[in-house]
């Protein structure tokens, strides 16, 4: 049996946020890949996957769910992001060996496909509501059969800008403030619109990005009823989930959330308890395909479906690990889109296939997508990978920020 014989870092993406580990074995020829990246701690996970690599050289590379539990406890103290992220970039990779091994994509040992392809969704935004239903009309032309709406960047809708925000006269630099009731007054008003433009054909979804206060939140759930939401994302920030508890006394909509999940404390009484319907953690935040699977498989039980996020600064690697589990997992829902740049696609041979609103998978074994180390290296540049990156800071009137 194959032997883990070294494990090794790759940092690409010009700016180097994108982190990926290959596991590579005692056998010529035979390693794995798995997605180990984060935007703004890619140079923390290296050094981790660097610290945890002594521990499981030498072992059998069959032993996944072994190898899962001895990292998992490793340092102690657990389920924290970073070493989540590590464990599931050595999942992945391993997961990648085992099929090669087997000859099998990673779908068929997971079970089989137990569906054709994985249906996805957009992304639409505009800055007025006219903006938006054009770009909502283009994904429709694509093919897409559930849409994101959002008025702008994060936030979008419940900003005031400079002159309506009533600024302290000694306020921070600051250009407009984030504003609860102006978002109530403008989100609701965006769905009328479109459901007036378009009608209740096309499926549609919105990300509130945790910005309201708890009792607004709520609030928001029960405006939005009356247009038949697919899901409302991230209604909540995670400190405040209990209040889930509310919007299901209140309302209908349903709810999605997970992204920032890192811990089964925080997912597991909203999905034992009904209180979502669509679990969205990444599946590189969540400890990989092991560990994803397992929530996957707990969701069927309790009838919540999938929806492992994406998003702009995940990477091909994960996204193809979240296809493997979507084609054999009964409770899948839909999956979060993600698309890249050419030059960014052409470093990963067999890459997951987006067309017409769905990703395909291939019948390669493993994780059926490899790196050209070559081609990372070139696009990786060392000067701009210095970085430092931070999420981008909401703030209220009087400075306070808003969490996402
Ligand atoms: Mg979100």
């Not at 007025?128 to 008025?151: A, K, P």
């Not at 493993?366 to 070139?378: F, M, N, R, S, V």
């Amino acid at each position: 049996m194959a032997k883990i014989k070294e494990i090794q870092t790759i940092r690409t993406r010009e700016n180097g946020t994108w982190l990926f580990v290959k596991v590579i074995t005692d056998q010529p020829g035979l390693y794995g890949i798995g997605s180990a990246s984060d935007h703004y701690r890619a140079k923390t996970v290296q050094t981790a996957i660097e610290t945890i690599a002594p521990l499981i050289i030498g072992r059998e590379v069959s032993h996944i769910e072994d190898i899962w539990q001895s990292i998992y406890t490793s340092g102690y103290w657990r389920n924290d992001s970073v070493i989540n992220t590590v464990q599931a970039g050595i999942d992945m990779a391993l997961w990648d060996i085992k099929g090669k091994e087997a000859g099998m994509p990673v779908y068929q040992l997971l079970g089989g496909p137990c569906r054709s392809a994985v249906m996805c969704y957009a992304h639409a935004s505009g800055d007025t509501l006219q903006e938006l239903e054009d770009d909502i009309r283009r994904y429709m032309e694509e093919g897409y059969h559930v849409i994101r709406c959002q008025l702008g960047p994060y936030g979008g809708g419940g900003f005031l800008e400079a002159d309506k925000a009533g600024f302290p006269k000694n306020h921070w630099p600051q250009t407009r403030a984030f504003d609860d009731e102006a978002y109530l007054e403008n989100v609701p008003k965006m769905f009328a619109y479109l459901r007036d433009k378009l009608g209740f054909g096309p499926k549609l979804t919105h990300d509130v990005h945790e910005h309201l206060h708890p009792h607004n939140a709520v609030h928001l759930a029960k405006l939005l009823e009356p247009y038949r939401l697919f899901f409302l994302e991230d209604l909540l920030s995670p400190e405040q989930v209990n209040w889930y508890r509310l919007v299901r006394q209140q309302c209908v909509t349903p709810q999605a959330m997970g992204e920032l999940f890192i811990n089964p404390h925080e997912f597991l009484p909203l999905i034992t308890e009904r209180l979502i319907d669509y679990v969205r953690v990444r599946v590189s935040k969540g400890g990989g395909i092991t560990n994803c699977r397992k929530i996957a498989t707990l969701c069927e039980w309790f009838g919540v479906r999938t929806a492992w996020q994406e998003g702009g600064d995940n990477d091909p690697v994960n996204q193809m690990a979240a296809v493997h589990l979507d084609m054999a997992s009964y409770s899948f829902g839909i999956q979060e889109e993600n698309h890249f740049r050419a030059e960014e696609y052409d470093l990963f041979p067999g890459y997951a296939k987006l067309e017409g609103g769905y990703l395909y998978a291939n019948d390669q074994p493993g994780l059926g997508i490899d790196i050209d180390e070559q081609k990372a290296h070139e696009l990786f540049k060392p000067e701009l990978a210095t970085k430092s990156f931070f999420i981008s800071e909401d703030r209220r009137s009087d400075g306070e920020i808003v969490r996402p």
